[in-house]
């Protein structure tokens, strides 16, 4: 069965953090590498096939596999495979099944590239930097993963792929002729890109006008029908909201590109209202984008949508955002309640 050994690399090319960088692996700088590849057409006892343990914190569309490696022409290679496979559950080595034996049964996903990716001269080590862009992408949901990227080579020991800087220290890898599975040392160079998203509730709240009646902070996090109740107490004018929420969560994302914040609720009485659901910008340190939605005593949902994401994530991942409740009509009640049942933040990097 064709193996080729791929390495995770964060690297100055082919490995640097750009947009979309999902994991990756640093080349350790040298010219040592993990063998990697197939002896075409039977196979040979040379034949060595690695794989490299990646961890996704949040759920992943990978779009695009990059390596470093030997230059595939000299090294007779002619087509490469990627593929992708659960964890075994104890982080050490992957649900792979013999790798001498087709692997359709155990990979999540296997590409075949149909020849060579576009290569491109590192400028270290003799390596090549390969870029793949995969026909479809691949989603998976959080948690750990591995990858293996194989060579198809006109000659045995014929394809390799660069070190990397310790992750972990080790990858797994199968001989073929001493026909057995092992852990050896040293990372494999590659990065995975593509796009991750998360829906984030608030990890808390603070209630800045009106007062508290029932619920908490995790009463926000599903749409269950318990709702946090807050009622009118004191109004600095007529214009003015009644009651006022701060909400704040975290993400694990480094960076967004699609940003959306949602508010489901409803009045507990009748009469005329509306709510207010605001963003808070990082960068103007202002909550300066909001939706505005009546607001009756069956439930709705008010979702604002800023045209930035990036300044409305902040240091280490907050997240920030307010929902402002005012009358502005006839009411049933003096001391008119909301119940707010759900607050999230739809995000993407």
């Known amino acids: 069965m064709r193996g080729v050994v791929l390495s995770l690399v964060l690297l100055s090319s082919v490995c640097s953090a ?11 700088g040298g010219t040592s590498y993990s063998q990697s590849s197939w002896w075409d057409p039977d196979g040979s006892d040379g034949d060595l096939y690695a794989y490299e343990k990646f961890v ?48 359709g049964p155990y990979a999540i996903k296997i590409y075949w590239v ?3 990716p576009p290569e491109t001269n590192a400028g270290v080590g003799g390596f090549y930097d390969f870029k793949y862009k995969l026909p479809t992408s691949l989603a998976l949901p959080a948690g750990t993963y591995w990858i293996k990227i194989e060579a198809s080579c006109t000659a045995p020991f014929g394809w390799g792929i660069a070190r990397g800087l310790p992750g972990n220290g080790t990858h797994f890898q199968f001989s073929t002729g001493a026909a057995m599975f092992q852990t050896v040392s040293n990372d494999l160079c590659l990065s995975l890109y593509g ?26 996090a599903g749409a269950d029908g318990v709702d946090y109740v807050a009622c009118k107490f004191i109004v600095p004018s007529q214009t003015s909201p009644f009651v006022q929420l701060q909400v704040d969560g975290t993400t694990a994302l480094a960076s967004l590109s699609s940003y959306s914040l949602s508010a489901k609720a409803h009045m ?10 605001q963003a808070y910008n990082f960068t103007a340190s202002s909550f300066d984008a909001s939706t505005t939605s009546n607001l009756g005593a069956t439930y709705s949902t008010t979702t604002v949508t800023p045209g930035s994401p990036a300044s409305y994530l902040g240091a280490n991942g907050a997240v920030r955002g307010r929902i402002q409740v005012r009358q502005t009509g006839p009411s049933t009640v003096s001391l008119p309640c909301v119940g707010i049942d759900q607050v999230l933040w739809n995000l993407q990097n």
Request: hydrophobic letters at 35%; aromatic letters at 12%; charged letters at 10%.
């Open 56 to 103: 996704l914190n949040v759920d992943s569309t990978i779009q695009e596999v990059d390596w470093r490696g030997f230059e595939a022409f000299s090294s007779g290679v002619f087509d490469f495979s990627v593929m992708f496979y659960h964890d075994l559950g104890n982080g050490q080595q992957p649900v792979c099944g013999n790798p001498q034996l087709p692997e």
């Open 268 to 277: 507990l009485s009748n009469g005329a209202f509306q709510v207010a659901v």
């Open 18 to 28: 750009r947009a979309g960088l999902l994991y990756a692996y640093a080349h350790d």
């Open 114 to 116: 149909g020849g060579v």
């Open 195 to 220: 796009t991750q998203s998360q829906t984030v509730a608030p990890s808390s709240l603070t209630l800045n006008l009106g007062k508290y009646t029932s619920g908490d902070v995790s009463s926000l």
